[in-house]
């Protein structure tokens, strides 16, 4: 079945790198997605990755797919007060296929 | 700003009634989709329309209904409203869902439904 799986809490220390995990079930995915929610705002796409990619870099966000495990963990360096946020993976099969998100993990990002 | 537009921004309404959810996609989008997000039930996906013709169903209530015009914008008709219909509903538009590299779904920024 189709099912996404994400701790739900992270606290960091400002200047830190975050590492926010996630794990899929669906082995016939191939997208998969980073959503940023700020509080009273929508969803920001944040990156996504192919699955016939294992790594993804854009600034400071590192994407890292292990399909093997069904595991895609996003990476922030340099972790600032503004990435404060509900981070949400999510995996789709493409074509007309929706999108299956995750709880989502709320970062906490404290001095 | 993505470029997907909602409203209204909120909407408080009674037990039993209708509302209209409104959404207009990104520039030359095709795809409209409508998801829910509520405490207990997280982001569930309700129903995805691409150029007019609904092409996926998800978690959607009877009471749930979706057009897309022929401008492309949509909307959401949610009826006979229950205390648990309160919740934040997101549009999402995509260019064209069978191309790669241009289904990438883009969020608009939602429009929370309060039924009292």
Known sequence: GEDVEQSLFLSVREGDSSVINCTYTDSSSTYLYWYKQEPGAGLQLLTYIFSNMDMKQDQRLTVLLNKK????????????????????????????????????TRLAVHP | DSGVTQTPKHLITATGQRVTLRCSPRSGDLSVYWYQQSLDQ???????YYNGEERAKGNILERFSAQQFPDLHSELN????????SALYFCASSADPLTPRTDTQYFGPGTRLTVL
């Open chain 2, 42 to 48: 997280g982001l569930q996906f309700l129903i995805q």
């Open chain 1, 69 to 104: 495990d069904k595991h895609l963990s996003l990476r922030i360096a340099d972790t600032q007060t503004g990435d404060s946020a509900i981070y949400f993976c999510a995996e789709s099969m493409g074509g007309y296929n929706k999108l299956i998100f995750g709880a989502g």
């Open chain 2, 78 to 85: 949610l009826s006979s409203l229950e205390l648990g219909d």
